[in-house]
């Protein structure tokens, strides 16, 4: 089944340097391991393409339910040199949370999943 | 039951709610108001103002703010933690001085200034010894900027305000102290931690970075179930109940509005974050991936489990500088085919600039409304009903800049149809201050701690 991923986690951005951190978070416990398996680095890498011009990091807080990526490159110089309208990263949280997540039936039924996406 | 020692946070940057710190100190019991000012732009702001004006640099806000919680410090024993002194700290004391004198309570209003993060006089010496002063990002050496330096400040940690705590003072006033200090240094003072007790330290640090940014742990800019979060008209700045052995409660004051659980918290514990297994502070690395956060009751979450290291003979240093000059300008393209009129008018201001032979470091357009901060994920803005185009230029030569903000306005009568919102006037030109970090040896820094007296 198709799971938006707005519909099972929330997110924070913020900025150091050229960087935009984005730390995406569960809304509940036990769909954390499926933001663990489906965000794979370089899942999230191709959905920005086009947008940072850097690699990708990813680290894990399985302890908060949350994942923080690194995307370098991303504010277009950063700081006070980015003409961007977001200079500072703020809304590259919800640009993740656009991601639409593949979940096996099952599994998506056993946890309770929303369904969407088209 | 173990003692336990309140850190409120009163403002979160400098343009935060003026209402907050009184609120602080009304709404219930704390022990210490934490007020951070500083963010990386801040420091050069405050620099050019000093040029300006000798007895200037410091956050002005922050003499209201005093002004808001003098009764509370002068005849409740509440004690005030703050960065705002900026690029000049001293100064930032006697403004407070005048004030309480003013409010008739300078005989009970102890002032302890810390200094000598300030390193901008000393750059040329740090680099004979050998500190090279690198772009930590881009690894450039100093050279590349060195003659448009602005201002140059370490970040400095806990020692200095636990010092100042020690000798009496009820006011603590800091230069570049790191934002997470101001809340650990409280900790580290009333209980007595050792400097080496990395565990405990962390967990100072943790509570710092999760009130540093006032009211968005506690709703404010909360993604989660946004909607529901009540009367943040009337939100409650967080507040940190810790206790000796480094556990601790965020809560805020009762009957306030927003909210805080395991969701809000979580939510400000990643902001900003770069590898969480290493959050480096001058006092001690924190290991984020240590935090335990659990709901403990209504706008009451508790934290604990938090592990530290020992921190690197390092210290981060700010260094602001010149870098030219820029400019945006905008202008409203309305249905039908608002994208379509909004990307010929960007093509056409671009002809123009070029006819003009004028030459930018950088040229940036966006369609507000369409793709400015999503970019292609957010589809192509057909059938938007306006759209904004917002063309930005940097350039190192201001007159170039200038001759840009000249050509926005007459787009709106030789230019592509249904266009609007020009009431602004021209674009400004301002200068652009930009950030350099580096290292610099621990050894190099020497803080110093005085009591204010006029």
Same mark, same amino acid.
């Given at each position: 089944?198709?799971?938006?991923?707005?519909?099972?986690?929330?997110?924070?951005?913020?900025?150091?340097?050229?960087?935009?951190?984005?730390?995406?978070?569960?809304?509940?416990?036990?769909?954390?391991?499926?933001?663990?398996?489906?965000?794979?680095?370089?899942?999230?890498?191709?959905?920005?393409?086009?947008?940072?011009?850097?690699?990708?990091?990813?680290?894990?807080?399985?302890?908060?339910?949350?994942?923080?990526?690194?995307?370098?490159?991303?504010?277009?110089?950063?700081?006070?040199?980015?003409?961007?309208?977001?200079?500072?990263?703020?809304?590259?949280?919800?640009?993740?949370?656009?991601?639409?997540?593949?979940?096996?039936?099952?599994?998506?039924?056993?946890?309770?999943?929303?369904?969407?996406?088209? | 039951?173990?003692?336990?020692?309140?850190?409120?946070?009163?403002?979160?940057?400098?343009?935060?709610?003026?209402?907050?710190?009184?609120?602080?100190?009304?709404?219930?019991?704390?022990?210490?108001?934490?007020?951070?000012?500083?963010?990386?732009?801040?420091?050069?702001?405050?620099?050019?103002?000093?040029?300006?004006?000798?007895?200037?640099?410091?956050?002005?806000?922050?003499?209201?703010?005093?002004?808001?919680?003098?009764?509370?410090?002068?005849?409740?024993?509440?004690?005030?933690?703050?960065?705002?002194?900026?690029?000049?700290?001293?100064?930032?004391?006697?403004?407070?001085?005048?004030?309480?004198?003013?409010?008739?309570?300078?005989?009970?209003?102890?002032?302890?200034?810390?200094?000598?993060?300030?390193?901008?006089?000393?750059?040329?010496?740090?680099?004979?010894?050998?500190?090279?002063?690198?772009?930590?990002?881009?690894?450039?050496?100093?050279?590349?900027? %060195? @003659?448009?330096?602005?201002?140059?400040? +370490?970040? $400095?940690? *806990? =020692?200095? #305000?636990?010092?100042?705590?020690? /000798?009496?003072?009820?006011?603590?006033?800091?230069?570049?102290?790191?934002?997470?200090?101001?809340?650990?240094?409280?900790?580290?003072?009333?209980?007595?931690?050792? %400097? @080496?007790?990395?565990?405990?330290?962390? +967990?100072? $640090?943790? *509570? =710092?970075? #999760?009130?540093?940014?006032?009211? /968005?742990?506690?709703?404010?800019?909360?993604?989660?179930?946004?909607?529901?979060?009540?009367?943040?008209?009337?939100?409650?700045?967080?507040?940190?109940?810790?206790?000796? @052995?480094?556990?601790?409660?965020?809560?805020?004051?009762?009957?306030? =509005?927003?909210?805080?659980?395991?969701?809000?918290?979580?939510?400000?514990?990643?902001?900003?974050?770069?590898?969480?297994?290493?959050?480096?502070?001058?006092?001690?690395?924190?290991?984020?991936?240590?935090?335990?956060?659990?709901?403990?009751?209504?706008?009451?979450?508790?934290?604990?489990?938090?592990?530290?290291?020992?921190?690197?003979?390092?210290?981060?240093?700010?260094?602001?500088?010149?870098?030219?000059?820029?400019?945006?300008?905008?202008?409203?393209?309305?249905?039908?085919?608002?994208?379509?009129?909004?990307?010929?008018?960007?093509?056409?201001?671009?002809?123009?600039?070029?006819?003009?032979?004028?030459?930018?470091?950088?040229?940036?357009?966006?369609?507000?409304?369409?793709?400015?901060?999503?970019?292609?994920?957010?589809?192509?803005?057909?059938?938007?009903?306006?759209?904004?185009?917002?063309?930005?230029?940097?350039?190192?030569?201001?007159?170039?800049?200038?001759?840009?903000?000249?050509?926005?306005?007459?787009?709106?009568?030789?230019?592509?149809?249904?266009?609007?919102?020009?009431?602004?006037?021209?674009?400004?030109?301002?200068?652009?201050?930009?950030?350099?970090?580096?290292?610099?040896?621990?050894?190099?820094?020497?803080?110093?701690?005085?009591?204010?007296?006029?």
């Amino acid at each position: 089944m198709k799971v938006r991923l707005v519909d099972i986690a929330h997110a924070r951005s913020g900025d150091k340097g050229d960087t935009a951190n984005v730390g995406v978070i569960a809304m509940r416990t036990a769909w954390y391991p499926i933001l663990e398996r489906e965000l794979t680095t370089e899942r999230v890498a191709t959905h920005f393409r086009g947008m940072i011009t850097g690699p990708v990091e990813r680290y894990a807080l399985p302890n908060l339910d949350a994942l923080n990526f690194l995307l370098h490159g991303a504010l277009g110089g950063g700081g006070t040199l980015s003409l961007k309208t977001d200079a500072q990263g703020k809304v590259f949280s919800t640009a993740l949370l656009r991601m639409v997540l593949d979940v096996p039936d099952e599994e998506g039924r056993t946890l309770g999943l929303p369904r969407g996406g088209q | 039951m173990s003692r336990t020692v309140r850190v409120g946070a009163g403002q979160g940057f400098w343009g935060d709610w003026l209402e907050a710190p009184r609120r602080q100190v009304e709404g219930g019991p704390i022990d210490y108001l934490m007020l951070d000012y500083l963010a990386e732009v801040t420091m050069s702001i405050l620099q050019k103002q000093k040029e300006r004006d000798p007895s200037m640099g410091y956050a002005r806000d922050f003499v209201g703010a005093m002004e808001s919680v003098f009764s509370a410090v002068a005849d409740r024993g509440v004690r005030v933690i703050a960065n705002a002194g900026g690029v000049n700290p001293p100064a930032s004391a006697a403004a407070v001085h005048t004030a309480a004198r003013k409010h008739g309570v300078a005989d009970r209003i102890r002032i302890g200034v810390v200094t000598g993060d300030d390193v901008l006089p000393r750059i040329d010496d740090l680099l004979a010894k050998g500190q090279a002063l690198a772009n930590m990002d881009t690894r450039e050496p100093l050279a590349t900027i %060195r @003659d448009r330096v602005l201002s140059a400040n +370490a970040y $400095i940690g *806990a =020692g200095p #305000i636990v010092q100042a705590l020690r /000798q009496g003072a009820n006011v603590v006033i800091t230069g570049r102290s790191t934002d997470t200090a101001l809340t650990m240094a409280p900790l580290l003072h009333e209980f007595d931690w050792k %400097r @080496d007790d990395w565990d405990r330290l962390a +967990a100072g $640090i943790v *509570a =710092g970075h #999760i009130i540093e940014c006032g009211a /968005q742990c506690s709703g404010g800019n909360c993604l989660f179930d946004w909607r529901n979060i009540p009367d943040l008209a009337d939100v409650g700045y967080p507040i940190v109940e810790a206790q000796a @052995d480094g556990t601790f409660y965020i809560t805020k004051h009762p009957g306030t =509005g927003g909210r805080i659980s395991r969701h809000t918290v979580i939510e400000q514990l990643v902001y900003e974050m770069g590898n969480p297994h290493e959050y480096i502070t001058p006092d001690v690395i924190a290991d984020f991936t240590s935090i335990q956060v659990e709901d403990a009751g209504p706008d009451r979450v508790k934290v604990s489990g938090i592990t530290g290291k020992p921190p690197t003979d390092k210290l981060k240093v700010s260094i602001a500088y010149r870098a030219g000059f820029k400019a945006v300008g905008t202008l409203v393209y309305v249905w039908p085919d608002a994208i379509e009129k909004a990307r010929l008018a960007d093509r056409v201001l671009r002809q123009r600039l070029d006819r003009l032979g004028l030459r930018f470091e950088e040229i940036h357009t966006e369609f507000l409304g369409a793709t400015a901060t999503h970019g292609a994920l957010a589809g192509d803005g057909r059938d938007a009903p306006e759209i904004q185009l917002r063309v930005g230029v940097r350039s190192a030569d201001r007159a170039t800049v200038e001759r840009f903000t000249r050509e926005i306005a007459p787009l709106v009568l030789n230019g592509p149809p249904s266009v609007t919102g020009f009431a602004g006037g021209r674009p400004k030109t301002e200068e652009v201050v930009a950030y350099w970090p580096a290292l610099v040896d621990k050894r190099e820094i020497t803080t110093r701690v005085e009591m204010y007296s006029p």
